[in-house]
């Protein structure tokens, strides 16, 4: 369920966001849960975690960009969506990555084509249960099974190339997302552009790692120490387990 959040001292404001914020998620058959605040300050003393903010950026008080710059201090994974009458407060915006910006009065067409945006984003974001991935790739949802992978390397434009025992797939996403989800796996990023499987690792040398195809991973200089150590962690920790 994606937890949306409305942030504007003005009620009315309020009201005509909702509906049309709501008429947008019951179309596309997705659950939703709206919350809506009259200030930055009853926002940001709710502690409320919210997956989709709007935020007005003209607010008596605390104002949209300094409410931002709290949310921000504890979540960076919240799309901010910014409402204001002034576009001239577009550059402030930016300091807080915002995902969009609306201009007052707030038009439908505008408002759903980045309601879409966000949407296709949400949807393609990688989600991990018990040993397997569900994926959004190009040609539609996939499950791959951890095992299964050798490397992971970012292809850009928000892609990621899976590299398989068997196969190769391309999906969405990022990896910096990926290493997150596959932390439990023990998977480490020798570079940032890749992340290994360390069950797949044949050998290690000073500048690359060499894995069970012959595919060679460079690591990065800065990261040598803590991809050894990491490696050493990971070999011990497989070795107690074996033991057992």
């Known amino acids: 369920m994606l937890r949306i959040a409305i942030v504007d001292d003005e009620t009315a404001e309020i009201q005509k966001l909702q509906e049309l914020v709501e008429q947008f998620f019951r179309e596309k058959q997705v659950a939703y849960q709206i919350t809506s605040y009259i200030s930055g300050e009853t926002f940001l003393v709710a502690q409320q ?5 709007f935020l007005d950026v003209q ?13 921000r201090q504890n979540d960076r994974k919240a799309a901010l969506i910014y409402v204001s009458n002034f576009s001239e407060k577009m550059a402030d915006s930016f300091a807080v990555h915002p995902f969009a910006f609306l201009e007052k009065p707030v038009m439908r067409e505008k408002l759903w084509m980045h309601l879409q945006d966000y949407l296709d984003y949400y949807e393609s974001q990688p989600v991990c249960q018990n040993d397997a991935l569900t994926l959004k790739g190009e040609h539609g949802s996939l499950i791959v099974r951890v095992q299964d992978i050798l490397y992971l390397e970012y292809a850009g434009n928000r892609k990621v190339q899976i590299h398989l025992k068997q196969d190769e797939k391309t999906v969405y996403g990022s990896i ?5 989800l596959l932390d439990p796996f023990h998977f480490i990023s020798p570079h940032k552009s890749y992340i290994i499987n360390p069950r797949q690792i044949q050998s290690v040398c000073q500048l690359d790692i060499i894995l069970t195809n012959q595919d060679r991973i460079p690591i990065a200089q800065k990261r040598q120490k803590q991809i050894v150590a990491q490696i050493s962690d990971y070999l011990h920790q497989h070795l107690k387990e074996n033991l057992r």
């Open 176 to 180: 910096t997302k990926f290493l997150q």
């Open 49 to 53: 975690q919210c997956d989709l903010i």
């Open 59 to 71: 607010m008596t008080g605390i104002d949209g960009i300094a409410t931002a710059r709290n949310i």
